[in-house]
């Protein structure tokens, strides 16, 4: 096999322009793959990050949903709670919400503006100010660089704004980027708690189960105690939720979309195995003596197919590599450009050199089989 291959790359170097017009078609499609998939994998990868890591382990998600789309307020009570732990199976319960942040008003002079807003994170970057953490029941505010433009000409810090009739102070400005989600304002957590909290309705209970217990059992039963206990019934539904599932399906959505393009710049593949396929042709006519003479000293029509074939499948694999290199030049270019970070996979090159490979075999087969089945006779009258 190390002959075979030693042989493949001899004839390769021999015509090095033709060999390289023909691995051009190879590279310019595996590139294209690697960027496509690097692309959709990286843009994947930060969705779902946003979407969070769920642990369900140990917890069934039952979700209200109102019935109107006007009135969304309600979800699950004190009562709700105390009922649901009662059920069998369940260690205890936790009432928590779907929505992180609460509406609220802003007002600077004869401005007007809605807004998002959420208690301080431990970390933030500003283009404006210094963060620091906002200790009990600070009037200090963080504030995204959108509202600033809203409210403000010129330099927000250290002007005060009105939040729902709480006056406060803007202590630095941050940067929303294009792929991130945030608020358009940070208070701190006291704050929060004592004055916009209750904005935010409790519309999930988190039971966590006992070790012995059916999960699927355990919802079923929750559920059922909810429609027919449940203190909002009346104006709203109760179902388990399952949010690990949606983060799959969704990926599961994004991937496919992802495979379906990086398809399409595969098709370039088709045209560059025609050209191996040609320039295979090519080779095996112009070493018909070769042919002969291996065919006389004993070599069998296998050997013979094998050779053609190994310098066909080299030709792309080596056309595959340097397309993978082009692919990481060309992503880490693209990254400069990007919202997000592409990120190319193992399996991405993996695929690559898979394909590459089978262009080379599936393309090169017919050729090879025409060297193979020359006719001994035919070859040395030619000479």
Not at 87 to 104: F, P, Q, R, T
Request: charged residues 20%.
């Amino acid at each position: 096999m190390t002959d075979k291959i030693s042989i493949a790359l001899k004839s390769i170097t021999k015509n090095k322009n033709r060999n390289f017009l023909t691995m051009l078609g190879i590279i310019i499609g595996i590139a294209s793959v690697i960027c496509i998939l690097a692309i959709g994998d990286g843009f994947t990868h930060t969705v779902t990050k946003g979407m969070g890591n769920h642990n369900v382990k140990n917890k069934v998600t039952l979700q209200w949903e109102s019935k109107s789309v006007y009135d969304t307020d309600g979800g699950f009570t004190k009562n709700d709670a105390s009922a649901l732990s009662s059920v069998k199976g369940v260690d205890h319960v936790k009432l928590a919400s779907s929505v992180v942040e609460a509406g609220a008003k802003v007002q600077y002079k004869t401005k007007n503006v809605s807004i998002g807003l959420n208690k301080q994170p431990k970390h933030l970057k500003l283009v404006k100010g210094t963060y620091l953490p906002l200790d009990g029941d600070s009037s200090g505010v963080y504030i995204s660089e959108y509202l600033a433009h809203k409210l403000f000409k010129k330099n927000a810090l250290n002007r005060l704004i009105t939040i729902d009739g709480t006056v406060f102070v803007v202590q630095g400005i941050y940067r929303v980027g294009t792929m991130d989600y945030r608020p358009d304002a940070y208070v701190s957590k006291t704050t929060f708690k004592q004055l916009f909290a209750n904005q935010i309705s409790k519309d999930q209970a988190k039971l966590y189960v006992t070790s012995d217990a059916n999960k699927k059992q355990v919802g079923k039963r929750a559920t059922k105690l909810m429609k027919k206990i449940g203190e909002q019934k009346k104006t709203g539904t109760y179902s388990v939720s399952n949010p690990d599932q949606i983060s799959k399906q969704f990926t599961k959505i994004l991937n496919d979309i992802t495979y379906f393009i990086a398809f399409i710049a595969g098709i370039s593949l088709l045209i560059a195995g025609i050209g191996v396929m040609n320039v295979m042709y090519i080779t095996v006519s112009e070493r018909r003596k070769e042919i002969g003479i291996r065919r006389a000293f004993g070599a069998t029509s296998g050997d013979i197919r094998n050779q053609f074939l190994i310098e066909s499948v080299v030709l792309c694999i080596i056309g595959g590599i340097i397309g993978i290199i082009f692919g990481y030049i060309f992503v880490s270019i693209i990254n400069a450009f990007l919202p997000f970070k592409a990120v190319i996979t193992p399996y991405a090159i993996i695929l690559s050199l898979a394909v590459s490979t089978a262009v080379g075999l599936i393309f090169g087969f017919i050729p090879s089989n025409k060297a193979a089945k020359s006719e001994l006779v035919g070859l040395l009258k030619e000479e």
